[in-house]
Protein backbone atom coordinates (compact mmCIF):
# COMPACT_ATOMS: atom_id res chain seq x y z
CA UNK A 1 0.00 0.00 0.00
CA UNK A 2 1.71 3.22 -0.78
CA UNK A 3 1.64 5.48 2.07
CA UNK A 4 3.09 8.35 0.60
CA UNK A 5 1.02 11.87 0.94
CA UNK A 6 -1.41 12.42 -1.65
CA UNK A 7 -1.40 15.96 -3.90
CA UNK A 8 -3.75 17.55 -5.43
CA UNK A 9 -3.30 19.77 -8.32
CA UNK A 10 -5.34 22.45 -8.47
CA UNK A 11 -4.97 24.74 -11.55
CA UNK A 12 -6.87 27.73 -11.88
CA UNK A 13 -7.84 29.01 -15.69
CA UNK A 14 -9.39 31.89 -17.27
CA UNK A 15 -10.31 31.31 -21.25
CA UNK A 16 -7.33 28.76 -21.68
CA UNK A 17 -9.20 25.79 -23.49
CA UNK A 18 -5.90 26.09 -26.20
CA UNK A 19 -3.70 25.17 -23.65
CA UNK A 20 -5.62 23.07 -20.74
CA UNK A 21 -5.26 19.54 -22.64
CA UNK A 22 -1.22 20.05 -23.07
CA UNK A 23 -1.06 20.78 -19.33
CA UNK A 24 -3.22 17.74 -18.18
CA UNK A 25 -1.31 15.52 -20.19
CA UNK A 26 2.12 16.84 -19.13
CA UNK A 27 1.35 15.82 -15.99
CA UNK A 28 -0.01 12.66 -16.43
CA UNK A 29 2.95 11.88 -18.88
CA UNK A 30 4.91 11.50 -15.74
CA UNK A 31 4.80 7.98 -14.10
CA UNK A 32 5.25 9.08 -10.36
CA UNK A 33 2.03 11.13 -11.13
CA UNK A 34 -0.65 8.29 -11.39
CA UNK A 35 -2.16 9.04 -8.09
CA UNK A 36 -2.36 12.44 -8.08
CA UNK A 37 -5.55 14.11 -8.21
CA UNK A 38 -6.04 17.18 -11.26
CA UNK A 39 -8.64 20.05 -10.62
CA UNK A 40 -9.70 22.41 -12.64
CA UNK A 41 -11.64 25.10 -11.70
CA UNK A 42 -12.78 27.71 -14.37
CA UNK A 43 -13.37 31.73 -13.43
CA UNK A 44 -15.77 31.87 -16.44
CA UNK A 45 -19.30 31.09 -15.24
CA UNK A 46 -19.97 29.49 -18.97
CA UNK A 47 -17.09 27.00 -18.32
CA UNK A 48 -15.63 27.10 -21.48
CA UNK A 49 -12.17 25.55 -20.34
CA UNK A 50 -13.88 22.83 -18.78
CA UNK A 51 -15.59 21.73 -21.82
CA UNK A 52 -12.48 22.27 -23.40
CA UNK A 53 -10.86 19.44 -21.22
CA UNK A 54 -10.90 15.77 -23.27
CA UNK A 55 -8.80 13.77 -20.43
CA UNK A 56 -11.54 11.89 -18.51
CA UNK A 57 -10.93 12.00 -14.61
CA UNK A 58 -10.30 15.10 -14.02
CA UNK A 59 -12.70 17.11 -11.11
CA UNK A 60 -14.10 20.49 -12.60
CA UNK A 61 -15.86 23.31 -10.61
CA UNK A 62 -16.68 26.90 -11.65
CA UNK A 63 -16.16 29.36 -9.29
CA UNK A 64 -16.22 33.80 -8.81
CA UNK A 65 -13.15 34.72 -11.35
CA UNK A 66 -9.84 35.08 -9.45
CA UNK A 67 -7.01 33.02 -8.88
CA UNK A 68 -7.42 33.17 -5.12
CA UNK A 69 -11.07 32.84 -5.11
CA UNK A 70 -10.40 29.49 -7.65
CA UNK A 71 -7.64 28.06 -5.70
CA UNK A 72 -9.68 27.83 -2.56
CA UNK A 73 -12.73 26.81 -4.51
CA UNK A 74 -10.01 24.28 -5.72
CA UNK A 75 -8.96 23.24 -1.83
CA UNK A 76 -12.31 22.49 -0.74
CA UNK A 77 -12.63 20.05 -3.52
CA UNK A 78 -9.61 17.97 -2.88
CA UNK A 79 -8.94 14.97 -1.34
CA UNK A 80 -4.65 15.30 -0.90
CA UNK A 81 -2.55 15.81 1.92
CA UNK A 82 -0.85 18.29 -0.23
CA UNK A 83 -1.83 21.29 -1.97
CA UNK A 84 -0.40 22.33 -5.38
CA UNK A 85 -1.55 25.27 -6.99
CA UNK A 86 -0.74 25.55 -10.63
CA UNK A 87 -1.06 27.66 -13.34
CA UNK A 88 -2.31 26.72 -16.69
CA UNK A 89 0.74 28.03 -18.62
CA UNK A 90 3.28 26.43 -15.82
CA UNK A 91 4.64 22.75 -16.42
CA UNK A 92 6.46 21.27 -13.60
CA UNK A 93 10.15 19.31 -13.73
CA UNK A 94 10.00 15.58 -14.81
CA UNK A 95 10.50 14.69 -10.81
CA UNK A 96 8.59 17.03 -9.33
CA UNK A 97 6.01 15.00 -7.01
CA UNK A 98 9.85 13.35 -5.88
CA UNK A 99 10.78 16.87 -4.46
CA UNK A 100 7.67 17.54 -3.04
CA UNK A 101 7.60 14.64 -0.72
CA UNK A 102 11.19 14.64 -0.13
CA UNK A 103 10.67 18.55 0.29
CA UNK A 104 8.15 17.78 3.10
CA UNK A 105 9.28 14.64 4.86
CA UNK A 106 12.44 16.56 5.39
CA UNK A 107 13.89 17.89 8.85
CA UNK A 108 12.79 21.34 9.35
CA UNK A 109 9.21 21.48 9.35
CA UNK A 110 8.40 22.54 5.68
CA UNK A 111 4.42 23.88 6.15
CA UNK A 112 4.77 24.28 2.07
CA UNK A 113 7.30 25.45 -0.55
CA UNK A 114 7.62 25.90 -4.21
CA UNK A 115 10.19 25.32 -7.62
CA UNK A 116 12.52 27.77 -8.74
CA UNK A 117 11.24 29.55 -12.24
CA UNK A 118 12.45 28.68 -15.67
CA UNK A 119 10.75 30.52 -18.63
CA UNK A 120 9.91 29.23 -21.77
CA UNK A 121 11.83 31.00 -24.42
CA UNK A 122 15.09 31.16 -25.70
CA UNK A 123 15.83 34.41 -25.02
CA UNK A 124 18.56 35.12 -22.84
CA UNK A 125 17.48 37.93 -21.22
CA UNK A 126 15.19 36.06 -19.59
CA UNK A 127 18.21 34.39 -17.86
CA UNK A 128 18.61 37.24 -15.70
CA UNK A 129 15.03 37.21 -14.71
CA UNK A 130 14.92 33.59 -13.69
CA UNK A 131 18.38 33.98 -11.42
CA UNK A 132 17.19 37.14 -10.21
CA UNK A 133 13.80 35.29 -9.30
CA UNK A 134 15.61 32.72 -7.83
CA UNK A 135 18.03 34.83 -5.46
CA UNK A 136 14.68 36.74 -4.14
CA UNK A 137 12.89 33.74 -3.64
CA UNK A 138 15.74 32.73 -0.95
CA UNK A 139 16.09 35.89 0.45
CA UNK A 140 12.17 37.01 0.79
CA UNK A 141 11.24 33.36 1.42
CA UNK A 142 8.27 34.33 -0.74
CA UNK A 143 7.61 32.53 -4.06
CA UNK A 144 4.82 33.55 -6.60
CA UNK A 145 2.43 31.80 -8.20
CA UNK A 146 4.22 31.10 -11.07
CA UNK A 147 6.61 29.02 -9.12
CA UNK A 148 4.09 26.26 -8.24
CA UNK A 149 3.58 27.07 -4.69
CA UNK A 150 2.71 23.66 -2.49
CA UNK A 151 1.60 23.49 1.18
CA UNK A 152 0.13 20.82 3.38
CA UNK A 153 -3.52 21.00 3.16
CA UNK A 154 -4.43 20.84 6.61
CA UNK A 155 -2.32 24.04 7.26
CA UNK A 156 -3.77 25.69 4.39
CA UNK A 157 -7.52 25.35 5.83
CA UNK A 158 -5.82 25.89 9.15
CA UNK A 159 -4.31 29.63 8.16
CA UNK A 160 -7.35 30.77 6.27
CA UNK A 161 -6.50 29.70 2.59
CA UNK A 162 -5.92 32.51 0.16
CA UNK A 163 -7.71 35.92 0.31
CA UNK A 164 -10.29 37.11 -2.07
CA UNK A 165 -8.21 39.86 -3.23
CA UNK A 166 -7.96 40.68 -7.02
CA UNK A 167 -3.98 40.32 -7.21
CA UNK A 168 -0.87 39.22 -5.01
CA UNK A 169 -2.59 36.69 -3.59
CA UNK A 170 0.27 34.45 -3.54
CA UNK A 171 2.28 37.14 -2.21
CA UNK A 172 -0.24 37.56 0.78
CA UNK A 173 -0.18 33.74 1.45
CA UNK A 174 3.52 34.03 1.92
CA UNK A 175 3.99 37.14 4.17
CA UNK A 176 1.49 35.68 6.33
CA UNK A 177 3.44 32.38 6.60
CA UNK A 178 6.54 34.24 6.79
CA UNK A 179 5.25 36.43 9.97
CA UNK A 180 4.26 32.88 11.54
CA UNK A 181 7.79 32.15 11.51
CA UNK A 182 6.98 28.66 9.51
CA UNK A 183 9.45 27.04 6.70
CA UNK A 184 9.00 26.98 3.52
CA UNK A 185 11.61 24.90 0.78
CA UNK A 186 12.26 26.49 -2.42
CA UNK A 187 13.08 23.69 -4.97
CA UNK A 188 16.11 24.01 -7.21
CA UNK A 189 14.17 22.50 -10.22
CA UNK A 190 12.65 24.96 -12.43
CA UNK A 191 9.28 24.80 -13.30
CA UNK A 192 8.72 26.31 -16.71
CA UNK A 193 6.36 29.04 -17.14
CA UNK A 194 4.81 31.01 -20.87
CA UNK A 195 6.83 33.51 -21.57
CA UNK A 196 3.65 34.79 -23.67
CA UNK A 197 3.00 37.84 -21.21
CA UNK A 198 6.22 39.15 -21.41
CA UNK A 199 6.39 38.79 -24.85
CA UNK A 200 3.35 40.43 -24.94
CA UNK A 201 3.75 43.39 -23.43
CA UNK A 202 7.88 44.03 -23.25
CA UNK A 203 10.40 42.16 -20.81
CA UNK A 204 11.36 46.07 -19.47
CA UNK A 205 7.96 46.74 -19.22
CA UNK A 206 6.34 43.91 -17.49
CA UNK A 207 9.28 43.56 -15.64
CA UNK A 208 9.15 47.19 -14.07
CA UNK A 209 4.97 47.21 -13.77
CA UNK A 210 5.38 43.82 -11.65
CA UNK A 211 8.49 45.73 -9.34
CA UNK A 212 6.11 48.92 -9.05
CA UNK A 213 3.56 46.52 -7.78
CA UNK A 214 5.17 44.56 -5.55
CA UNK A 215 6.62 47.43 -4.19
CA UNK A 216 3.57 49.65 -3.54
CA UNK A 217 1.99 46.42 -2.22
CA UNK A 218 4.74 45.71 0.58
CA UNK A 219 3.99 49.44 1.42
CA UNK A 220 0.28 48.72 2.20
CA UNK A 221 -1.65 49.96 -1.37
CA UNK A 222 -4.49 48.22 -1.56
CA UNK A 223 -4.46 45.23 -3.86
CA UNK A 224 -8.18 46.46 -5.57
CA UNK A 225 -6.22 49.71 -6.31
CA UNK A 226 -3.39 47.57 -7.66
CA UNK A 227 -5.56 45.48 -10.12
CA UNK A 228 -6.06 47.81 -12.44
CA UNK A 229 -2.35 48.44 -13.11
CA UNK A 230 -1.63 44.49 -13.77
CA UNK A 231 -4.53 43.75 -15.98
Not at 162 to 190: N, T
Not at 197 to 225: D, H, S
Request: aromatic share 6%.
Amino acid sequence: MNKDPAISVIIPVLNEGRRINDVIAHLRSQATLDAVEIIVVDGNPAGTTIKAISHPGIVTAVAEKGRGSQMNCGAIRATGDILLFLHADTFLPPNAVACIRKCMEATGGHVGGAFDLGIDTKQRVFRITERYVALRTRLTRIPFGDQAIFIRRDYFDRIGGYRHIPVMEDVDLMRRIRQRGDAICVIPEKVMTSARRWEKEGIVFGTMRNWMLQALYCCGVAPERLARFYR
